[in-house]
């Protein structure tokens, strides 16, 4: 079974720019969920969906935006890059509907920052 | 401000011992908790996890015990091996399993 796979693995960007990043849950998990890593605050809830729609929002500026398709896939896009967005950016995929299941993460991607 | 620390940065122990990772949360809401396990370069890798019906799970080498009234919860690695070494991070969550806080992590080293 194919795990969750984000991409690209790794980008750089300088301030000002925006970015999308992209996340392919696994198949049959309909809840994607975002974090991000730095090494200061350590890994941090951006946002949740599930059917499309944004079920849960961490305290991050409105510049971090994210969707999701009808196939789950899921994007994340943050606007007027800054300095301090370099992180490891982590989707995670679960199975909904169901309580207590647990989030399987993949490799992230890595947003560098210049 | 941080709901669930992990206060040991860093935990050694030899091939064959017990690893004892520890957990403190403060929100006592939360109703789910997870251990990850984290290798340089990947995701994290879903360990175990203990709903707060219960003090214990297991599953072969790993056991988490929850203790409600302590806000507290351990991971036990029996017996602990050198592909054990990697940061474990405790999470917890308040809504049945989204939006996990996590801790800052232990970085775990097994010697042979």
């Known amino acids: 079974k194919a795990g969750v796979t984000q991409t690209p693995r790794y980008l750089i960007k300088t301030r000002g720019q925006q970015v999308t990043l992209s996340c392919s849950p696994i198949s049959g998990h309909r809840s994607v969920s975002w974090y991000q890593q730095t090494p200061g605050q350590g890994l941090q809830f951006l946002f949740e969906?599930?059917?499309?729609?944004?079920?849960n929002k961490g305290n991050f500026p409105g510049r971090f935006s994210g969707r999701q398709f009808s196939n789950s896939r899921s994007e994340m896009n943050v606007s007027t890059l800054e300095l301090g967005d370099s992180a490891l950016y982590l989707c995670?995929?679960?199975?909904?509907?169901?309580?207590?299941?647990?989030?399987?993460f993949g490799d992230g991607t890595r947003l560098s920052i210049l | 401000d941080q709901q669930v620390k992990q206060n040991s940065p860093s935990l050694s122990v030899q091939e064959g011992r017990i690893s004892i990772l520890n957990c403190d949360y403060t929100n006592s809401m939360f109703d789910y908790f997870l251990w990850y396990k984290k290798y340089p370069a990947e995701g994290p890798t879903f360990l175990i996890s203990?709903?707060?019906?219960?003090d214990k799970n297991e599953d072969g080498r790993f056991t988490v015990f929850l203790n409600k009234s302590a806000k507290h919860l351990s991971l036990h690695i029996v017996p602990s091996q050198p592909g054990d070494s990697a940061v474990y991070f405790c999470a917890a969550s308040a809504n049945s399993g989204y939006a996990l806080n996590f801790g800052k992590g232990t970085s775990l080293l097994v010697t042979p």
């Open positions: 969906y599930f059917s499309e729609t944004q079920r």
């Open positions: 203990i709903s707060s019906i219960k």
């Open positions: 995670a995929s679960s199975l909904a509907g169901q309580l207590h299941q647990p989030q399987h």
